[in-house]
């Protein structure tokens, strides 16, 4: 009874609230106002390219460059790129090729059973100006061609950040991978990632140089604090950074989600801070919507663009350095944020991620992630408020009415601000299908990712510190603060 008395009181309270605005204060300077604040890295939202993918996408698809290009206007810096995946082990170093990769496959939506690729692969993830992870092979245990190809990443990649010894080797037993024969665990893989770390990191004579983990299934079976508990001195001096991979997965609805996306989260929680306490980086090495290229009905639309911007600022928040959204085959690429013909809505997520994080050094959340409604803000070197984006994560299908929430915006100062809206006409939109999305009322432009359309900046006035905005249900809102 009296549960059931305390479950009408709160009911009733939510019915009460319904159309309230969703009240949030900007703190007036970083590691005040007993929020938490994470440290940014130059560029947090990086793209992972498939192994095998990677010279199509710098050397045959246009939008690539100009699409990486957009998001270094805002931050000053080239993304930060990871080349790896599945094909990273079934891939060889060929010192007699002269092509990036050769492979055969019957139909051009495969990805390679087995490839090779020559030095000159290498040479192009060094023509890129921005930081590189090179994915090299562990699963065929063939250790003397991992060291020669690392050998030539560190010649050839001037931007070398590290290089990772194999992928998602939880599965390597089940793939039939040679270095799985026998018994294959978490333990018998750290005890492996230790020893070609060792091996590989003297051969190259570098250290840092290994990221480490790089495994998919969660933790704590796999993962970073399984990993560093096997650990001694000497591995640890090769390592650079410990990554894990991630796929959510669920339904539109279900993976934007702010509170989804929040709880997912929390499950790296123990990860990151075993990371941090070696004084090492964690990132996301691998990770997009649904595995396995995408889901056709839940990657290319707006609630993945949105659960895209959501999810790497809350990665951000938890001390995930960097993540790096995973690009597969050409052409068969469902969470793909460009292709050769068409954008990809996701893109729009993590270019209003990345403009809210541009050349700032501290992120905080103004939300504990237990609603469907986020605000963050960013801050800069010297802990000024740059800007805050707030999030509306309620669904909105495309049929029926659309709902709304006010959100209250107080700690301003001044009195008027700027904001640019990331929205669509629902969560469903998808670009490919003619739906436009749209970032302060300006466009990516199918097959070069060029901007189009005129800027529409929305001028809100603050009253006494504060202003009140609405958001429709799948939607964002970037305020600019300085
Ligand atoms: C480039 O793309 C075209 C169109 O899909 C394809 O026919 C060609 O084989 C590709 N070339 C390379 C080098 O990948
Ligand atoms: C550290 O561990 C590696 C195996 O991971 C082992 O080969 C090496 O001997 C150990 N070094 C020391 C100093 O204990
Ligand atoms: C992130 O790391 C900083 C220290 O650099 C710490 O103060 C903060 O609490 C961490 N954030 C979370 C969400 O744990």
Redesign the pocket.
Known sequence: MASYLRRLALLLAAAQHAGAAVVFTVPREAHTGGY????LDPAPVGISFEFFAFPSYFSNVSATTQCLSNWKDLTGVWPPIRIGGTTQDRAQYDSRTSAYVVYSVSNPADAPASLTFGSKFLTLAGSYGGSVVVGLNRGKNNIQNTIDAAKIAVSEVGNLLAVELGNEPEYYARNGQPIAGGSWSPAADAASQNNWGILVGSAVNKAPIIQAGNSNDSPPQWGAAELIATENATVKQYVKTYAHHNYPGGSVTSLMSHRGISSNLHVF?AD??AA?KEGKPYVFGETNSVSGGGAAGVSPTFGAALWTMDYVLRAS???ISRTYFHHGTVGNCQYCFWGRYSMGAPYYGAYAATALLAKASFLTALDDGTTNYAAYVSFDSKGAPLRVLLYNSDYFSGSGSRSSQSFELGGLTGSAVNAKRLTAESAMSRIDQNGLVSFGGQTFTNGDCTMAGAEAVEPLTVTNGKTTVTLKASEALLVYLQ
């Open positions: 938490r604040y994470a440290p929680d990151i801070a941090l928040y938890s001390n």
